[in-house]
């Protein structure tokens, strides 16, 4: 159990529509990271933020956003969902310096 | 572009036997490098680390050596075991935090 806990586990919507996938913090842990995972590609780092400050950004689209919370859980919210966006969605949580990073069990998300 | 690549997408090593993976990078700016390993339907949990300022690190059956040189770096793992077959990614950082990860090994363990 690496303490990152993300909801839900399966998320099935269709093309079009806007879903939140949310992200619990290892306890302690300032920084907070999204990663993609399709299919046909590896781990993608998305978005960054320490302590509610968005920190990094990486390959995210603009149909995607994020944001982390006084309680320092996080959010992402992908909305105008199209097929592509299928994919397995992480979150990892990280102290300050050079430690490593802790990853969720992961969002599933299916657009049918 | 990929700036992390593992070459190798499998891995078939007889149980007791030592395991190799192997992970190259582009990016000299890389100043922390992690062995990540998953198993199906599970996140990637961490396994081993190395500083751009060392060598080799060791952990127990696990060591990861980097060649900064040929930018290279491996995940040693003697005695293999059943239990490490699993998908193995390799990921490097650099200041900002943000990791890149190479697209994986699959490592089978045979008893």
């Known amino acids: 159990d690496s303490g990152v806990t993300q909801t839900p586990k399966h998320l099935i919507t269709a093309t079009g529509q806007r879903v939140t996938l949310r992200c619990s913090p290892r306890?302690?842990?300032?920084?907070v990271y999204w990663y993609q995972q399709s299919l046909d590609q590896g781990l993608q780092f998305l978005i960054q933020y320490y302590n509610g400050e968005e920190r990094a950004k990486g390959n995210i689209l603009e149909r995607f956003s994020a944001q982390q919370f006084p309680d320092l859980h996080s959010e992402l919210n992908l909305s105008s969902l199209e097929l592509g966006d299928s994919a397995l969605y992480f979150c990892?949580?990280?102290?300050?310096?050079?430690?490593?990073?802790?990853f969720g069990d992961g969002t599933r998300l299916s657009i049918l | 572009d990929q700036q992390v690549k593992q070459n190798s997408p499998s891995l078939s090593v007889q149980e007791g036997r030592i395991s190799i993976l192997n992970c190259d990078y582009t990016?000299?700016?890389?100043?922390?490098f992690l062995w990540y390993k998953k198993y199906p339907a599970e996140g990637p949990t961490f396994l081993i680390s190395i500083s751009s300022i060392k060598d080799k690190n060791e952990d127990g059956r696990f060591t990861v050596f980097l060649n900064k040189s040929a930018k290279h770096l491996s995940l040693h793992i003697v005695p293999s075991q059943p239990g490490d077959s699993a998908v193995y990614f390799c990921a490097a950082e650099n200041q900002g935090g943000k990791l890149i990860f190479g697209q994986g090994t699959e490592l089978s363990v045979k008893p």
């Open positions: 306890s302690g842990d300032l920084s």
């Open positions: 990892a949580s990280s102290g300050v310096g050079n430690q490593p990073q802790h």
């Open positions: 990016n000299s700016m890389f100043d922390y």
